[in-house]
């Protein structure tokens, strides 16, 4: 089992950063490609952004391309969500989500497709 903890939720205006933490134990945390997902109120669970192992190889969303970055450090076994130029459709429970399955960058975006989840954090952004 690989259990995964988010922090760094919170609210914050519209415009603002926040950085969302999720930290990994039970695993080998480099060997599972990690992933964010959200989910607002009365919506659909919606991919985010995914990093392979290595964190050489990220895919976003096109509606938070260019301004949420995903990173990960194995010798933390934590990935990062940095969000930056927040908007109010931002607000959602954010999930962190990992995969042991190696595949095209598509493949991360089916949340049927992760392994673990985390219990989430929330995200709220004032206009």
């Known amino acids: 089992q690989l259990q995964l903890v988010e922090s760094g939720g919170g609210l914050v205006q519209a415009g603002g950063s926040l950085r969302l933490s999720c930290a990994a134990s039970g695993r080998t945390f480099s060997g599972y490609t990690m992933a964010w997902f959200r989910q607002a109120p009365a919506k659909e669970r919606e991919f985010v952004a995914a990093?392979?192992?290595?964190?050489?190889?990220?895919y976003y969303a096109d509606s938070v391309k260019g301004r949420f970055t995903i990173s990960r450090d194995n010798a933390k076994n934590t990935v990062y969500l940095q969000m930056n130029s927040l908007k109010s459709e931002d607000t959602a429970v954010y999930y962190c989500?990992?995969?042991?399955?190696?595949?095209?960058?598509?493949?991360?975006?089916?949340?049927?497709?992760?392994?673990?989840w985390g219990q989430g954090t929330q995200v709220t952004v004032s206009s």
């Open positions: 989500a990992a995969t042991s399955a190696t595949a095209a960058n598509s493949f991360y975006a089916n949340s049927r497709h992760m392994d673990y």
């Open positions: 990093s392979s192992w290595s964190g050489g190889r990220t």
